[in-house]
């Protein structure tokens, strides 16, 4: 920035310079012939271009680290006791964070689809259905596969439903799914292949 102050009577003044390139006041010619035009009110700003794209990229990651990232999915494989096999569609969901979302705020779920929950060690599982809007049935499953409970969880309601016992899977489906499709406990889930394949 130049800029001129005003000296003494024999020493009209001397410049200074502050952050060249980013703000600029013109040089006044002299004392007393200075004109208005030589001084503007405000001083002109130059912003670098890169300042700008620094500023894009910048909120475009910020925009896209907020919003919810794509699970995997796959077909998930069920052996029916009283039936032949069969599968559904899910999404994966593996980290604590995908845990927690579930299927909240989702408006509607196919027929044939759903969610698995992946879960690390055995573990008495609890599920509520916060800003869940649709109703679901739940089936959670032993490490080897098998189904232990089903049961249904209504939409929006905030009780706990928990396994019976330790578990280390749950899948979410529409509700009714499970009998509908000849699904029940006792059937094997073939997770352990699933995983291989989306590995």
Excluded at 69 to 78: D, N, P, S, V
């Amino acid at each position: 920035m130049n800029f001129n102050v005003r000296g003494k009577p024999g020493n009209p003044g001397r410049a200074f310079t502050f952050f060249p390139g980013i703000f600029h006041f013109p040089r006044r010619p002299g004392i007393g012939s200075a004109r208005k035009q030589d001084f503007p009110d405000r001083p002109v700003m130059r912003i670098p271009a890169s300042l700008f794209l620094f500023a894009f990229f910048f909120a475009a990651a910020a925009f896209v680290s907020c919003g919810p990232q794509k699970l995997k999915t796959g077909e998930l494989a069920i052996e029916r006791s009283g039936g032949a096999p069969l599968s559904v569609k899910v999404e994966l969901a593996r980290t604590g964070e995908e845990h927690a979302r579930g299927l909240m705020h989702r408006k509607q779920l196919p027929q044939g689809e759903g969610m698995l929950f992946i879960f690390g060690r055995d573990q008495v599982l609890s599920f509520w259905m916060k800003d869940t809007l649709i109703p679901l049935s739940i089936a959670f499953i032993a490490s080897d596969g098998r189904i232990i409970d089903i049961k249904d969880m209504q939409a929006l309601d905030t009780t706990a439903v928990k396994s019976s016992r330790s578990v280390r899977y749950a899948l979410e489906v529409p509700q009714g799914w499970f009998d509908r499709a000849g699904v029940g406990e006792g059937d094997i889930v073939r997770v352990e292949e699933l995983l291989r394949k989306t590995e």
